[in-house]
């Protein structure tokens, strides 16, 4: 079973990214599996394939939607036997006809190596990021002492 490279992954990684920034439909959805799921906090349900997203995007393409930017950063690569996770953090701008809209949000992609050794997105994880100016619940309290 073939383990990718880190290289191989952030090519692939890339070319989602690419392909996503130029609002280019045909070349960002032959990244993913047919089988691919999709997980986006803006949407009230999972998305179980390719094609629910790809009926989705069509939508919002529709609607006026068109990406005008997208950059990746904080990138990390796990590879292991088969495949690879992609996580980082992306600052994304478009355009829809009530305007232009920026955020930035914390992505996974998992990628598997097929027979040939191409690798093919088979799940996206999109989160929001934390605001900094809320305290994180999970954190000690501050203490008082001093």
């Known amino acids: 079973m073939h383990t990718p490279t880190e290289p191989e992954v952030l090519a692939a ?10 609002t280019d439909t045909e070349a960002y959805f032959a990244a993913f599996a047919e089988d691919a799921s999709f997980v986006f906090h803006p949407e009230p349900a999972r998305l179980d394939t390719r094609a629910a997203y790809e009926a989705l995007w069509a939508e919002w393409r529709a609607a006026g939607w068109r990406v005008v930017s997208c950059d990746s950063s904080d990138r990390l690569v796990q590879r292991f036997p088969g495949g690879a996770i992609f996580s980082h953090t992306v600052a994304t ?9 920026s955020y930035v949000e914390r992505e996974s992609i998992v990628f598997r190596a097929d027979a040939d050794g191409s690798l093919l997105a088979i799940h996206e994880h999109l989160s929001t990021t934390p605001d900094p100016a809320t305290p994180d619940p999970a954190a000690p309290a501050a203490s008082a002492e001093g």
């Open 93 to 101: 701008s478009v355009e829809t006809t009530s305007g232009a809209d």
């Open 13 to 22: 990684a890339d070319a989602i990214v690419t392909a996503f920034a130029a």
